[in-house]
């Protein structure tokens, strides 16, 4: 008993279920029964998006996104408004500069592994307003032109950077035989 109740204590817990901890594996969903694939010419041949039939269709995000076969999987962790240097764009409480800047950071990491939007298959966002989920949405659309990733959004209180109104995560899959970028 001692045995069970240490390796399942609540921090280990809390750690395992990490929102940086939980790892993905192949398939982000499953779905039961046949459902509609939907491919568009820059969704990379090793990723399938769809809507299962049963689920309302959403706008601006696909509910199953499903990596077939190997494949290299990137974590990025969550990026904020802020450049290269530490400073946070735009004035404070630029909501559009700071989400901008989200996307540029993802679109800095995603090339440096030889990886663009096109092969992201899930986003986290966290908002601190989520009335500014339009505004939001604005600006991914324009990072995201083919099939959207699937995607999650939570309004949550405050993030690590007292002024940060933002916070994106994102997962891609490169098919296996995608060239490997070197590390600078």
Request: with cysteine; aromatic share 8%; charged share 15%.
């Amino acid at each position: 008993m001692d045995l069970l109740q240490k390796s399942l204590s609540f921090t280990s817990i809390t750690n395992l279920l990490s929102r940086r901890r939980v790892l993905a594996g192949g398939v982000i969903a499953a779905t039961a029964g046949a459902a509609p694939w939907a491919q568009a010419q820059s969704v990379p041949p090793h990723l399938r998006f769809f809507n299962p039939e049963g689920i309302q269709k959403p706008a601006g995000y696909t509910h199953v996104v499903e990596a077939l076969g190997p494949g290299r999987t990137i974590y990025i962790a969550g990026q904020l408004g802020y450049d290269a240097t530490g400073k946070r764009a735009g004035e404070p409480g630029d909501f559009t500069a700071q989400a901008t800047q989200c996307f540029e950071n993802l679109k800095t990491a995603l090339t440096a592994v030889g990886a663009g939007f096109e092969h992201v298959v899930k986003l986290n966002n966290y908002l601190t307003n989520i009335s500014q989920l339009p505004l939001f949405r604005d600006v991914r659309n324009k990072y995201i032109t083919g099939t959207p990733p699937a995607s999650t959004t939570s309004e949550i209180p405050k993030l690590a950077r007292p002024d940060a109104l933002l916070e994106v995560e994102a997962i891609a899959v490169l098919a296996m035989n995608a060239p490997v970028v070197p590390l600078k």
